[in-house]
């Protein structure tokens, strides 16, 4: 989509859009406008089956608390004659494809689309799910526009079957753990085939998409490094390894301090609620922090955010001594090849 274009429809108010820096804006990736109007989320969000609104949101949402849900799930405002839903999905900002499945069979999600937003710092990804269809003249390496048309909202999936009237698009934006996904993937001996690469969903973590917009809107933050910095740290995890993980290569604006021509010996780790490593310190050998390599430990914990939690906590307490969680273990074995 060109920028004129873009500027035309921005003036009709199709796609209303949140000031993200000075080089891009935010688009609502649907044409729905309640959010932009501050409606309530009974106005956009898709629940489950269970009828509750709150099951299409980020997190704890689903089985009574105790599932997590990755994304944002919202309806369609227009349909065919069928009930098929018939909302263009656009992309939030501008970026570049780097995943697409068009394949309903292939994966949970469905048909899906990758965009990474590079033009950002850090980088990160939107993730839109279940679509109908994607943009034919969409391969990997295309570049997009906020506001580009990405596909047709949809209800595919594999291995269950979404009805006509749950029909939505599923929204995710974050990180990539590991460029080697692959190396861990076979180590799981899944007997299926990985057929999406690094952009497996097992080798994403996200954010909360309707905070992260909240914020945007509220003027709370103007960038998504800020909305990262907000986020509440849950725990934080001292990692004894000499490797540069991928993530950290790939995601540089999340080190707090330079490391290159230093001996690293470990990385301490400040992970959010639902486990997204938003924050690196390299230590170093002259530091003397004793340990041995490939020890993983503890630094520190905030209770409050762990005791609200009733699903995917980073660390267990089991009386007063914390442990890792075997999901934050998981996330560590693909950061860093562990085995």
């Keep these: 989509m060109s920028f004129r274009l873009l500027l035309l429809f921005l003036s009709l108010g199709l796609l209303p859009s949140i000031s993200l820096s000075a ?23 898709q629940p489950t089956s269970s009828g509750r609104v709150e099951s299409g949101l980020f997190g704890c949402v689903r089985n009574g608390g105790a599932k997590f849900h990755e994304g944002l799930d919202l309806f ?9 839903a018939l909302d263009p999905v656009y992309s939030i900002l501008p970026g570049k494809v780097v995943h697409i499945s068009r394949t309903a069979g292939y994966s949970s999600y469905g048909r899906y689309i990758v965009v990474v937003h590079n033009g950002e710092s850090p980088s990160f990804h939107s993730l839109y799910a279940h679509m109908a269809s994607i943009n034919s003249s969409l391969k990997v390496g295309s570049r997009v526009e906020a506001g580009t048309e990405l596909g047709i909202m949809g209800r595919s999936a594999a291995g269950y079957s979404i009805p006509r009237s749950r029909s939505h698009l599923h929204l995710e934006l974050g ?4 460029d080697q996904f692959q190396t861990w993937f076979d180590r799981q001996r899944f ?13 994403l973590v996200s954010v909360d998409p309707l905070d992260f917009y909240r914020s945007m809107r509220q003027g709370e933050v103007s960038t998504f490094r800020e909305y990262l910095r907000r986020l509440p740290v849950a725990a934080r995890v ?3 390894s000499a490797k540069v993980p991928n993530f950290v290569q790939d995601y540089p604006a999340l080190v707090t301090r330079p490391y290159a021509g230093r001996r690293v010996v ?6 959010t609620e639902f486990g997204v490593p938003k924050e690196w310190t390299p230590r170093f050998a002259e530091e003397k922090l004793g340990g041995r390599a490939g020890e ?18 980073v660390i267990r307490i089991s009386g007063r001594v914390p442990t890792i969680a075997p999901g934050t273990v998981t996330i560590l074995k693909k950061l860093f090849g562990f085995k």
């Design 238 to 240: 001292r990692v004894h």
């Design 296 to 313: 993983v430990r503890v630094l520190t914990y905030n209770p409050q955010v762990l005791e609200a939690q009733s699903c995917r906590r």
């Design 175 to 178: 990180f990539r753990l590991s």
């Design 23 to 45: 080089s891009a804006s935010l688009i609502w990736p649907t044409p729905n406008q309640a959010f932009q109007a501050g409606k309530p989320i009974e106005a956009f969000v």
């Design 266 to 271: 470990a990385w301490d780790i400040a992970f």
């Design 191 to 203: 007997g299926s085939k990985n057929r999406h690469g690094n952009w497996n969903g097992m080798n």
């Design 76 to 84: 369609p405002v227009k349909r065919s004659s069928r009930g098929e």
